[in-house]
């Protein structure tokens, strides 16, 4: 009896603390949101004002019908207008979510917390793969998803995709899986008929396709989650780094934020010794994921790299992207590729190399939910630098066959390019990463010469001058205009690699085999 009175009291100060809004209580709410968009340097600098302010208009006229869950997903589509990834409205979510993570406090909602499926989904080449599960969906680690409710994947995506704060469609597409678990936003834009239990379909590893009704987590206690590997379950450490058998060096930066045990500083430090140490393995800096945290400590990972004897070694040192690298991770993209020959590896970045930045909190009083607006703008490359990402001279995207087997094919790309090359000859076609954008470049290396083709430059088969070859490296000249172009490259697997030096600023190139 004790139990159930304390049950009952508990149940009774939640729902005093939670509520249905008034559409006057809204359009209060909305008022404010609009108020604090105007804060930003430059809110409409991808969107027109126009636009914002009809969809705002026309949310405030559709408030007597709709309930607080579709308002807050109108909320969310009013701001991602903006097309600023720092710019967003925090969802609601209920407590041990880890869903919608910032670096920044929010605000506790004062409206019903949103729930979510107890799956997360990772994006891959072959479709949107289950990386985590609770336990009694173990079975599920590994499938594809096909549809949820009666709707293909695509489907959901495509009505969820508007919801989405980015800055780019990268970035879109990297935080989507987390938009397709929240039954509130799925009922929200229709592929849901409610925000309860929901029919999901997947095709298993071994190719069977089953139906599974999932039911959302509406509790706020923590979840025992079950992993498809080592690799997806969080590690406690924000950085860390650990050399491969006979492979490179791994560096993997999880935030841009000091550890308890070690600044980002000290781990510069140490990182770049043991690299300096290591004869020939290069270096693997992994930004994937990374969702950025404080600008001010990239500079001692950038002054590190830049005095790095190894790094300063053709086709030594590589970054990995994705959409996921965002924020202060992208400003540090941004700054090894301005100031080091790094060579970036994997997907595009979810941030631009100029943008806003360094989000100031509004709270909306009715609903308590947490408005975040840009207020700085971050110009680390060039000012007429308009690139919405940072792209990969080496592509390479993750797929349903690496995630099930542990694969990470990123870093199995950079280890092929450090091995014994192929040929030490023939023609190779790649590309060069100069400001602001990427030229298709070609190379034709013989024995005793080697000519450059840029067509851009309408460079076409021009001899390097005071070649030198020394095992697998090569450096040569050639003239640009008024200026000389120096090439320094290694050739490594199938790849010919390195910088080519500008008025002594390196700009990374890759050239495979033809």
């Not at 139990?3 to 603390?17: D, E, H, K």
């Not at 987590?217 to 050399?243: D, I």
């Amino acid at each position: 009896m004790r139990r159930q009175i304390a049950f009952l009291f508990i149940f009774l100060q939640f729902a005093a603390n939670v509520r249905a809004l008034t559409p006057q209580q809204w359009k209060e709410d909305l008022a404010i949101l609009r108020h604090a968009i105007a804060a930003h340097p430059n809110p409409f600098h991808k969107a027109t004002r126009e636009d914002f302010d009809r969809k705002a208009d026309a949310l405030a006229a559709d408030l007597l019908k709709l309930q607080d869950f579709e308002v807050v997903a109108r909320l969310a589509q009013l701001v991602a207008i903006l097309n600023d990834g720092h710019t967003r409205l925090t969802m609601p979510m209920v407590e041990n979510a880890d869903l919608f993570v910032g670096h920044g406090k929010i605000a506790p909602p004062k409206i019903q917390p949103f729930g979510y499926f107890p799956i997360r989904l990772a994006r891959t080449t072959d479709g949107l793969v289950v990386t985590r599960a609770s336990a009694e969906h173990k079975n599920l680690l590994g499938a594809l998803v096909l549809k949820i409710g009666e709707k293909p994947v695509a489907e959901a995506e495509s009505a969820l995709g508007p919801l989405v704060h980015c800055d780019n469609e990268y970035e879109r597409g990297y935080l989507l899986p987390e938009f397709l678990v929240v039954p509130e936003l799925l009922a929200a834009v229709g592929i849901s008929p409610d925000r309860g239990n929901t029919s999901w379909t997947f095709r298993l590893s071994n190719e069977e396709v089953v139906s599974r009704t999932l039911v959302p987590v509406s509790s706020g206690g923590p979840l025992e989650w079950s992993y498809l590997n080592s690799s997806w379950k969080p590690r406690v450490e924000r950085h860390w780094f650990n050399k491969l058998p006979d492979g490179p060096i791994y560096a993997r930066l999880t935030d841009i934020l000091n550890d308890p045990k070690e600044t980002v500083a000290q781990f510069a430090k140490s990182l770049f010794s043991e690299v300096d140490a290591a004869p020939e393995a290069p270096l693997v800096l992994d930004l994937r994921d990374n969702q950025g945290g404080d600008n001010t400590l990239n500079d001692s990972i950038v002054r590190a790299a830049i005095r790095s004897k190894k790094v300063w070694e053709p086709g030594r040192f590589f970054v990995l992207t994705n959409g996921g690298t965002f924020s202060a991770a992208s400003n540090l993209t941004a700054l090894l590729e301005r100031w080091t020959p790094a060579i970036f590896v994997g997907e595009p970045t979810g941030g631009a190399p100029n943008g806003y930045g360094d989000p100031k909190l509004t709270v909306l009083p009715n609903s308590g939910l947490s408005l975040l607006v840009s207020s700085l703008y971050w110009q680390l490359s060039a000012p007429n630098d308009k690139r919405d990402s940072i792209v990969p001279l080496l592509s390479v995207e993750p797929t349903v066959t690496s995630l099930r087997t542990n694969q990470d094919l990123a870093v199995k790309l950079v280890d092929s390019s450090g091995k014994k090359p192929i040929s030490a000859t023939g023609s190779f076609a790649g590309r060069w990463a100069v400001p602001g954008k990427i030229l298709k470049i070609g190379f034709q290396i013989k024995t005793d010469q080697t000519v450059l083709s840029v067509r851009d430059l309408k460079m076409d088969a021009q001899p390097l001058e005071n070649l030198k070859r020394h095992d697998d490296t090569l450096e040569g000249s050639v003239a640009l205009g008024s200026q000389t172009l120096t090439v320094r490259g290694r050739l490594g697997g199938r790849y010919f690699l390195g910088w080519m030096e500008i008025s002594d600023r390196p700009y990374a190139f890759v050239a495979e085999l033809q």
